[in-house]
């Protein structure tokens, strides 16, 4: 079964600061996709970024980019140029490829997220 | 595009009664839809993974008689708590995937209160 763990039950950051969470995972999978969502207060689950196992390119998406360690199976989310909007919850989830479609998505415990002004 | 949603948003119902939660894929068609529960302050747990058509695959330690799934078609996925009780008052998500993709779009969720 795969895992995934968060240590860092929350963090905050200063606005306009660099924030680093961090995650690992468990698997004997060697096809599998790594996925970054965001919660906030509303409570609705948003993608902020995604990594597919296969490439070694690091996934960046505007000020959010990963640092993708597939033989360490660890992989952080670091937040550029924090905003304030980015105070939430962010939980690192892991799927293994299937052979159609999506598969399960095994969750982190979450990282609350502060940005502070 | 890839907008999913959930009715009701929020909903309190007495000890004993059924409550149903629907989940909609509006601008695309899904082949599997997943059930989450979330407590406060707590991370996304799998309830269940369903298929249109087929029946419900449950995750170990989920009453498949309590939490009753419907996948009636590509966009429309329920979810009934039949007999509920105050401990099954949580947030329950859903999500769904585009034939063909492999990511998931979430629904807003749905509050439940059982009082």
């Known amino acids: 079964a795969q895992t995934v763990t968060q240590s860092q039950p929350e963090m905050s950051v200063q606005e306009a600061e660099t924030v680093t969470l961090s995650c690992t995972y468990d698997?004997?999978?060697?096809?599998?996709?790594l996925f970054w969502y965001k919660q906030p207060p509303s409570r609705q689950m948003i993608l902020v970024i995604r990594?597919?196992?296969?490439?070694?390119q690091n996934a960046t998406e505007n000020r959010f980019s990963v640092n993708f360690q597939k033989a360490a199976k660890s992989f952080s989310l670091k937040i550029s140029d924090s905003q304030l909007g980015d105070t939430a919850m962010y939980f690192c989830?892991?799927?293994?490829?299937?052979?159609?479609?999506?598969?399960?998505?095994?969750f982190g415990k979450g990282t609350k997220l502060t940005v502070n002004p | 595009g890839a907008v999913v949603s959930q009715h009701p948003s929020w909903v309190i119902c007495k000890s004993g009664t059924s409550v149903k939660i629907e989940c909609r894929s509006l601008?695309?068609?899904?082949?599997?839809m997943f059930w989450y529960r979330q407590f406060p302050k707590q991370s996304l747990m799998l309830m269940a993974t369903?298929?249109?058509?087929?029946?419900?695959?449950?995750e170990q330690g989920v009453e498949k008689d309590k939490f009753l799934i419907n996948h009636a078609s590509l966009t429309l996925s329920t979810l009934t708590v039949t007999s509920a009780h105050p401990e099954d008052s949580s947030f329950y998500i859903c999500?769904?995937?585009?034939?063909?993709?492999?990511?998931?779009?979430f629904g807003p969720g749905t509050r439940l209160t059982v009082t």
């Open positions: 999500s769904a995937d585009r034939v063909g993709s492999y990511e998931q779009y």
């Open positions: 698997t004997s999978e060697n096809n599998y996709y």
């Open positions: 990594q597919e196992a296969y490439k070694q």
């Open positions: 989830a892991f799927m293994k490829q299937g052979p159609g479609g999506s598969e399960k998505l095994v």
């Open positions: 601008d695309f068609q899904a082949t599997t």
């Open positions: 369903s298929n249109e058509g087929s029946k419900a695959t449950y």
